[in-house]
Antibody, heavy 119, light 111 residues
């Protein structure tokens, strides 16, 4: 049973970089899965941020966030990370990490991390 | 504004069936057989209920079923139970330049 444990600061200042990490247990991180990030602003719907392929390391990003997003894989630590630069209040959301069989479908999710952008 | 359009709410009585629609375009829902549905209870992470339009992950009751016609996908919940009350989100593959688009979500109320 795969488990995804998220960590990272819950408060980020405007214009700074949001950084979150997701530690994977119960699954190989280098197998044919995709490791993704999805966010949900308070009271709103889901937005896909991007993903990384565990087998190739290729990354895929939401075009609306592509200029500010970076997702990376650390196979030695069995974790993957999200960096979102130049954040504004509009980036305030509950951020989820997730595992998918493909980049477009996610069957296992982390617990979520609420990130507030405020000075 | 979400890429896929869902009704904001739906409802049904216990035992009844309810269908939630998800309308996209010929670039996403209509182009690919890769529509997924997620259930989200309050303060919980989303749970995958349907993938590839009609497939159910292991453990999802067969009361949940999916279909697609043209640019519109649908999730049907049969034999409604109180625990089915939740938000439901559809998503679709939309091509290599924008792989994943979500709907705005539908709040399902069991009366």
């Amino acid at each position: 049973q795969v488990q995804l444990q998220q960590s990272g600061p819950g408060l980020v200042k405007p214009s700074e970089t949001l950084s979150l990490t997701c530690v994977v247990s119960g699954s190989s991180i280098t197998s044919g899965y995709y490791w993704g990030w999805i966010r949900q602003p308070p009271g709103k719907g889901l937005e896909w941020i991007g993903s990384v392929s565990g087998s190739s390391g290729s990354t895929y990003y939401n075009p609306s966030l592509k200029s500010r997003v970076s997702i990376s894989l650390d196979t030695s630590k069995k974790q993957f990370s999200l960096k979102l630069t130049s954040v504004t209040a509009a980036d305030t959301a509950l951020y989820y990490c997730a595992r998918g069989g493909y980049t477009y479908v996610y069957g296992s999710w982390g617990q979520g991390t609420l990130v507030t952008v405020s000075s | 504004q979400s890429a896929l359009t869902q009704p904001p709410s739906a409802s049904g009585s216990p035992g009844q069936s309810v269908t939630i629609s998800c309308t996209g375009t010929s670039s996403d829902v209509g182009a690919y057989g890769y529509v997924s549905w997620y259930q989200q209870h309050p303060d919980k992470a989303p749970k995958l209920m349907i993938f590839d339009v009609t497939k159910r992950p292991s453990g999802v009751p067969d009361r949940f079923s999916g279909s697609k016609s043209g640019n519109t996908a649908s999730l049907t919940v049969s034999g409604l139970q109180a625990e089915d009350e939740a938000d439901y989100y559809c998503s679709s593959y939309a091509g290599s330049n924008n792989p994943v688009v979500f709907g705005g979500g539908t709040k399902l109320t069991v009366l």
